[in-house]
């Protein structure tokens, strides 16, 4: 059985949206046990009993427009989020999944579960849609705004663990996001980074890649730090916005295009699907010494309930163990050489 | 009379269809003089004889899979580039366009022109698709991949100089890309760039914008470093790619769909021309002293005729100067109050 502990209370639509997602995922996952943290009242209502579940009264919320979620989460210790994630400090479940606000997400996996012993930092992982034929990770997207070349190898160490546990990829190819392709290009940070990516024995690296080449290239796994992978997630994001809107207008001009539509009427449904992220569920936050993952804030039941997926597969496929194990050889290694 | 030289042998279509380009402007543009730097015999061949026209014989060109240019632009002062940078260096004309590889103009426009006195950093300017309404600047794009916050500010008092010479925007607005849109939000760069550009009487600062609003956005002007820049611009590259490619094999899926095509024909003609560089030209090198446009390396005859308007339309504003007397002052500011 996969324990996990669910913040009932995080996201636009809680707590009712997650409720049902919850109802949803135990019909989905027979080998799922689910602690809930939240509104006791609200959740028997629209549950009722069930067998594998457990509740945890926690009707108080971290606001999604709170403008201080750290200070929120170091002084508030009854909140759902906050009482979720004790729950993995204390081992009592494997793993939480939450809609509530990234930041108080970060800060609270920082604060309460904290990070796997000998890891160096910890990194946003969302799935990229799937727009060129595969899904691929991009990370960090907001965890640390810097990180030094180490973080980077590390960090593309767990997420490599990740894709060869949960996907059965057997050897996850890995992108150095960069301005050019050649060696030698960018920064500081991607020059160390790319030799020591090229350099490790877990590491199966590609080389860098470019912004152009997201959803092309053959990698499945782009490494950056928190600052530009944020800027790069939230480009594609604008940019399929903007396309969507330019389609709109543009088919809204004549009657003659409106029939178009309607011919293509699956395409363009198709096309906002593949950018939707209620398929994938949500982003991993790597490195900390728990399964953590953050549904999109505007998760439906579908959604969240395949972000309590992804979090199960990370349990099954016990990537901390593997990655904790990688930190220990390669502490040794340190300690040899140094 | 606006002064220009022109590198006829830069570019993937060069020299035939920089010289077409350079025929096209002078018909489009009563008011350019131009120094064409280039194979004497071919130019001559294909444009023959002009009033308006100097030839300056420089058949020698950097290729654009040099591995090494700034190298090659230290050792070989005879190809088109550096002949034709050298005329603007030594005020024979004004400023120069260019097809030729990005980080050899860089290097030659620092080499040969130099930078404007007391203007810190350069940085490379290209002009957004207009996806949602306008037009917008992006830069930095890759000249300086990090950069100082002050030297943001002196590039985004550039570009809105820039804008109000030669788009006829009395106020550019000014946005900070940012990881979100709080003050206080980014690395210490962005929050120190935050400050000096909400301070600056020069500067009309909307604050940061993410990603995401890159399209949609009221700012005029998107200033971050040539790191983060790049990605971006080139996200954009690679998203819109990736949905031509996603729309092309969903309509090629049946007869049906292929139909409803040729309804939306003009939808997705107008789609394409939209995200095409050639309605734009290229990017402008800010920070140099003397106008520098970098004209795409596929450009056409048409892309390279724009690319010679939007040097004249800098030249014709002044920009140079009116940047200098903004140093000036500030440089006086600066002694009165350090």
Request: aromatic share 6%; hydrophobic share 40%; proline share 2%.
């Amino acid at each position: 059985m996969v324990k996990l502990a669910i913040d009932i209370m995080g996201g636009d639509y809680a707590p009712l949206e997650i409720i049902k997602g919850v109802k949803l995922a135990l019909e989905r996952f027979s080998d799922i046990e689910l602690v809930l943290f939240g509104d006791e009242k609200i959740i028997k209502e629209h549950l009722g009993e069930h067998e594998r579940v457990k509740i945890v009264n926690a009707p108080e919320k971290i606001d999604m427009g709170e403008k201080d979620p750290i200070g929120e989460i170091r002084r508030n210790h009854n909140t759902s989020l906050v009482k979720a994630f004790q729950a993995v400090k204390d081992k009592e479940v494997d793993g939480v999944v939450t809609a509530g606000p990234t930041q108080g997400v970060v800060t609270a996996a920082h604060l309460i579960i904290r990070r796997i012993k000998g890891m160096k930092r910890t990194a946003l992982c969302p799935v990229l849609p799937n727009l060129g034929g595969k899904h691929r990770l991009l990370l960090d997207v907001g965890a640390n705004l810097e990180l030094r070349s180490e973080h980077l190898l590390q960090l593309a160490q767990y997420a490599s663990i990740y894709l060869r546990e949960v996907q059965g990829i057997e050897k996850p190819l890995v992108g150095l996001m960069n301005i050019g392709t050649e060696e030698g290009k960018g920064r500081e940070v991607e020059k160390e980074a790319y030799a020591l990516l090229k350099n490790n024995p877990n590491i199966n690296f590609y080389g860098n890649i470019e912004g152009k080449d997201i959803f092309r290239t053959e990698c499945d796994i782009i490494i950056t730090d928190g600052f530009s992978g944020n800027l790069v997630m939230k480009t594609c994001e604008g940019v399929a916005l903007a396309v969507g809107k330019f389609f709109k207008e543009e088919i809204n001009k004549s009657i003659f295009r409106k029939i178009g539509y309607l011919f293509l009427n699956k395409v363009f449904k198709n096309f906002k699907k593949t950018l939707s992220a209620d398929e994938i569920g949500g982003a991993h936050l790597f490195g900390v010494d728990g399964i953590v993952v953050k549904a999109h804030g505007s998760s439906d039941a579908y959604a969240f309930s395949n972000a309590i997926n992804q979090a199960r597969l990370a349990v099954k496929g016990e990537i901390i163990e593997k990655m904790k194990k990688i930190i220990e050889e390669e502490g040794n290694n340190l300690n040899d050489e140094w």
